[in-house]
């Protein structure tokens, strides 16, 4: 008797087990394809590329400033003789410790310019990463979704499998007022 009660029992829990299952909505989003889709990128890409252009045009001054110093104490080594060896050595090596300045000057503006560029993407890209995500949800709810993957991460593995899911990346950008074009199935892993 205690028997069949655990067999009613077991099967009652796999039909609501299949049923809560099946209540389950999934959804995709390809975010790759919704950032691109956004005339905010294109901007924040522009200020991105100035500021590394900027940056860049700094620090490759200081690397010719560098090489002007370093050609100028190469061709003084060059009229070293007997008779100017102290003077000529002491200003090779007051130019070597200008030089090893110049280098730090070098590094230091290199990793700076690396920090400003990082920060100002941080600065641009999150309040949008912040919009996208605020129209994946709102897409999410309307649609009555459980799950939303993104699509393209599957490279990091965050999609298993998505055939049968509803692919609500045009509906993300259409949310975000960008043009909604049909979007291609995801891909099956």
Do not use: C, W
Request: charge should be positive.
């Amino acid at each position: 008797m205690n028997l069949i009660k655990a067999l009613f029992i077991t099967a009652g829990l796999a039909l609501s087990a299949n049923t809560v299952h099946a209540q389950q909505k999934i959804g995709s989003v390809n975010t790759d394809e919704v950032f691109s889709s956004l005339p905010e990128v294109k901007t924040i890409s522009a200020t991105i590329d100035n500021l590394t252009k900027t940056k860049q045009a700094e620090v490759e001054k200081l690397i010719g400033d560098y090489q002007a110093k370093l050609k100028v104490a190469q061709d003084k080594e060059k009229t070293l003789t007997e008779a100017n060896k102290e003077s000529v050595t002491k200003e090779l090596m007051a130019a070597q410790t200008e030089l090893d300045v110049l280098g730090k000057k070098v590094e230091t503006a290199r990793t700076q310019a690396g920090k400003e560029i990082s920060a100002k993407q941080n600065e641009l890209l999150v309040p949008l990463q912040q919009k996208v995500r605020g129209a994946i949800l709102a897409v999410a709810k309307e649609k009555s979704l459980n799950f939303v993957f993104d699509t393209a991460s599957q490279g990091n593995n965050n999609l298993i499998y998505t055939d049968g899911s509803e692919d609500i990346t045009d509906s993300v950008k259409a949310k975000l007022g960008g043009t909604a074009t049909t979007s291609k199935p995801a891909a099956k892993k």
